[in-house]
């Protein structure tokens, strides 16, 4: 019994050591050599060198001068510590109320956009924490942007045109626009919006 015992415990030691401790170090080492800016956290910085947050968590934006990204359900808002979806149905009134909502408040703030407010500008995504829209939910907000930041809205168009991002691998996702990184440019491009 106890060589039985000596031997599961050395097995034990050595898988802990093993991929406890050998896997992840070597893991962690390749994805900084190889991908140093991902491994940590594909994280964006303003215009004085300041981190401002992750290319791959969304957050909010609320004053006129930027591009808004979709609601988010992941804790109380963009909470990248509570990643989710809210889990509303279709039949849902609480959904229906903040859906109204959102589409009132879209409305009233740009009252010069041509069309119908996109889908996603009032549905979250599964994780809350989407960083992208699509090119028509950016340029839809493109009245609002120019007019609050002073400037004509073919520059900030053009400015959404050259950040979209096609299909992963050319066949994956839809082209889209990643929310966060456009307002960094466009503070770096037509400086701060005034708080």
Request: proline letters at 8%; hydrophobic letters at 40%.
């Amino acid at each position: 019994m106890r060589k039985e015992i000596a031997i599961a415990l050395r097995v034990s030691l050595v898988t802990l050591v093993v991929t406890g401790l050998l896997y992840p170090a070597a893991m962690t080492a390749l994805a900084q050599l190889l991908v140093p800016v991902q491994a940590n956290g594909s994280l964006v910085t303003d215009e004085n060198g300041r981190v401002v947050g992750s290319e791959l968590i969304a957050q909010a934006f609320t004053r006129p001068g930027y591009l808004q990204p979709r609601p988010s359900a992941a804790g109380d808002g963009y909470d990248p510590l509570s990643s989710g979806g809210s889990n509303l149905g279709p039949t849902s009134q609480k959904l229906r109320d903040r859906v109204t909502r959102d589409l009132e408040r879209l409305r009233a703030e740009n009252p010069d956009a041509a069309g119908l407010v996109p889908a996603e500008l009032v549905t979250t995504s599964a994780s809350g924490l989407d960083p992208h829209l699509s090119p028509q939910a950016a340029l839809w907000q493109v009245p609002r942007v120019a007019k609050a930041r002073g400037i004509d809205p073919a520059r900030v168009r053009a400015m959404i045109e050259d950040r979209i991002e096609g299909r992963t691998f050319g066949f994956l996702g839809e082209p889209r626009v990643n929310v966060l990184l456009l307002n960094v440019a466009l503070d770096r491009q037509f400086g701060r919006v005034p708080e």
